[in-house]
């Protein structure tokens, strides 16, 4: 009597832990969250890092030239694969409507890369006319100056 006392209760227990998130009205959710890696990017992901624990192993002596030159081979293959799989993927959610603002960024540098403006050493976009970097204050190529001084004068 005792057993059978003890099943049922135990059954009981179990019916109640399984049951438990269902009467208390929890759900999982059934599309995935934008947090959440798809299974190509969880692909490339690791593939990625086998990649560089190869170029480290190989680095460290762990391999010899003939294995890291297979692995690198076999791994940058399966890399590629994965990557042309995530930019499908994101091809048929459909293209990111641009930010305006970043657009407006990207036009500035690429203006300043054209002028001169853009510090060679620390990529620092100054304004038209500079003569120095205004953040690490290396001398700017004379276009920039000759540029600014044509437009003030």
């Known amino acids: 009597m005792g057993l059978v006392l003890g099943s049922i209760l135990l059954a009981s227990g179990v019916v109640v832990f399984v049951l438990y998130p269902i009467l208390k009205g929890q759900w999982a959710a059934q599309d995935r969250q934008d947090d959440e890696l798809t299974e190509a990017e969880a692909r490339k992901r690791v593939t990625l890092l086998a990649l560089r624990d190869v170029e480290m192993d190989y680095e460290t002596g762990k391999l010899d030239e003939e294995d890291y030159r297979e692995l690198k081979r076999q791994l940058s293959r399966e890399a590629l694969a994965a990557l042309e799989a995530v930019e499908a993927e ?63 004068a």
Request: with cysteine; net charge negative.
């Open 90 to 152: 994101r091809g048929e959610a459909g293209a990111v409507a641009p930010d305006p603002e970043l657009e407006a960024q990207i036009a500035a540098v690429r203006e300043g890369l054209r002028e001169g403006r853009t510090c060679e050493r620390c990529g620092h976009l100054n304004e038209r006319g500079s003569r120095f970097c205004a953040s690490c204050g290396a001398q700017l190529p004379v276009t920039a100056a000759a540029g600014g001084d044509e437009a003030g």
